[in-house]
């Protein structure tokens, strides 16, 4: 079946210095790619997303790339703060028999050690 | 305008023993998902509601689950009986689009 694989599955960084977790994705068709954060207690959030027609997306220190050749996508952090900890997770949308649906990744934890 | 919201937010039951699981959707998303994250690995689908109708529940684990959604609103996900195998936290989303789907704070299920 389709898959998506999340690297790393913890990542620890010091504040102020950047993050990134990558996804490889096996669906060729997928074109829609959230990234969900998670965090203690709470429903994941959707804080980014992109669209296969797009190489790359930022929004203040979040940005996102994705490479449709190669079928991988990033969540690039820059200037992490304490906030940031959290559980990350990557999805590709599926399209199937008329219906669509996400496939997660396994998560990343991200820990800020301030 | 209010999220998506789960009730109830914990519960441990017997193996056994039935749950019922409600989601109320953000208020005009025609599509509602189920799924389910067991501890540890990655969320998984479990059904797609397009207002009242399934539209894709091929990731049902088997037929001790039942999901519905009376009146294209709110949805119910039924487990009857429970089996250890079961716990995890389950979550429900709702989306106007196909798209960018918004999550509750989800349901943590303990089967003992």
């Known amino acids: 079946g389709e898959n998506v694989e999340q690297h790393p599955s913890t990542l620890s960084v010091q504040e102020g210095d950047s993050a990134v977790i990558k996804c490889t994705y096996s669906d060729s068709a997928s074109n829609y790619f959230p990234w969900y954060k998670q965090e203690l207690g709470k429903g994941p959030q959707l804080i980014i997303d992109?669209?296969?027609?797009?190489g790359e997306k930022k929004d203040q220190r979040i940005a996102v790339t994705l490479n449709k050749t190669a079928k991988h996508f990033s969540l690039h952090i820059t200037e992490t703060q304490p906030e940031d900890s959290a559980v990350y997770f990557c999805a590709a949308h599926h399209r199937a028999r008329g219906t669509y649906k996400y496939i997660f990744g396994t998560g990343t934890r991200l820990k800020v050690l301030a | 305008e209010a999220g998506v919201t789960q009730f109830p937010s914990h519960s441990v039951i017997e193996k056994g023993q039935t749950v019922t699981l409600r989601c109320d959707p953000i208020s005009g998303h025609d599509n509602l998902y189920w799924y389910r994250r067991v501890m540890g690995k990655e969320i998984k689908f479990l059904l797609h509601?397009?207002?009242?109708?399934?539209?894709?529940e091929s990731g049902m684990p088997n037929n001790r689950f039942l999901a519905e959604r009376t009146g294209g609103t709110y949805s119910t996900l039924k487990v009857q009986p429970a089996e250890l195998e079961d716990s995890g936290v389950y979550f429900c989303?709702?989306?106007?689009?196909?798209?960018?789907?918004?999550f509750g704070p989800g349901t943590r299920l303990t089967v003992t």
């Open positions: 989303a709702s989306s106007q689009s196909p798209y960018e789907q918004y």
């Open positions: 509601f397009v207002k009242e109708s399934k539209q894709d």
């Open positions: 992109i669209r296969s027609n797009v």
